[in-house]
C-alpha cells in the first residue's frame, strides 16, 4: 500500500509540475485514498491532503480545497504540536492565499501572520524562507487598502534580499504566491 501511495504521490507531482491539473487531481485524489488506510494522524495523508489541496486550489476549485488545507492543517498539529514547523507554516500560508484568492481579506491576513511567525521562530526575522509570505503579505496589503504597510513589508524584503543576496530559499512558491 505504501508503494501505491508513494507512486500516486510521485505521478501527481509529475502531472502538476508539467501544468495537467486535471490528471494531478485525479492521481491526488488516489493518493489521498491510499493514505486514509494509515492511521488518522499519519504525515502520508496530510501530505496527501495538501497536496490534492493545492491542484484544486490552483484550478480556481477553492471551496474543495479549503476544508482538505484544513484537515491537513489539523493532523499536522496533533503530530507537531505547538512546536514551530515548516509544514504547519506552509500549510498556513497555503489558508492565506486561500482565503485571499476567496477576498476574505482579514482570515486570509490572519493566516499569514500566522505562517509568518512560525517562520520567522524556525529562521530567523532575516531569513529569505520569508520572502514567499512577505511578498504576498505586502500585495495582499495592498489590496485591502493599507500601501503604507505594504510599502513596510517591501522595506523588510528589501533588507532580507541586501543582508544575503546569494541564499536561496527552499520552499518554492508559485506564480499565486501558493506553495506546496
Not at 508513494?6 to 485524489?29: D, M, P, T, Y
Amino acid at each position: 500500500m505504501d508503494d501505491s501511495w508513494k507512486q500516486s504521490v510521485e505521478a501527481g507531482n509529475a502531472a502538476f509540475s508539467e501544468g495537467r491539473i486535471e490528471e494531478a487531481e485525479i492521481i491526488f485524489l488516489k493518493a489521498v485514498e491510499a493514505a486514509e488506510k494509515f492511521a488518522q494522524d499519519d504525515p502520508r495523508l496530510a501530505l496527501s491532503l495538501n497536496n490534492l489541496a493545492a491542484v484544486l486550489h490552483t484550478g480556481k476549485k477553492l471551496t474543495l480545497a479549503e476544508p482538505l488545507y484544513k484537515r491537513s492543517l489539523d493532523i499536522k498539529l496533533r503530530i507537531h504540536g505547538n512546536e514551530p514547523h515548516a509544514d504547519i507554516a506552509l500549510n498556513l500560508h497555503n489558508l492565506a492565499v486561500l482565503y485571499g484568492a476567496r477576498h476574505m481579506f482579514p482570515i486570509a491576513e490572519e493566516y499569514l501572520k500566522q505562517a509568518l511567525a512560525m517562520k520567522e521562530a524556525l529562521y530567523g526575522t532575516d531569513s529569505r524562507e520569508l520572502l514567499g509570505s512577505l511578498r504576498y503579505y505586502a500585495a495582499l496589503l495592498k489590496v485591502m487598502k493599507r500601501p503604507l504597510d505594504g510599502h513596510l513589508i517591501e522595506a523588510r524584503i528589501a533588507q532580507i534580499l541586501k543582508s544575503d543576496p546569494d541564499e536561496t530559499p527552499s520552499q518554492a512558491q508559485d506564480k499565486d504566491g501558493q506553495g506546496r
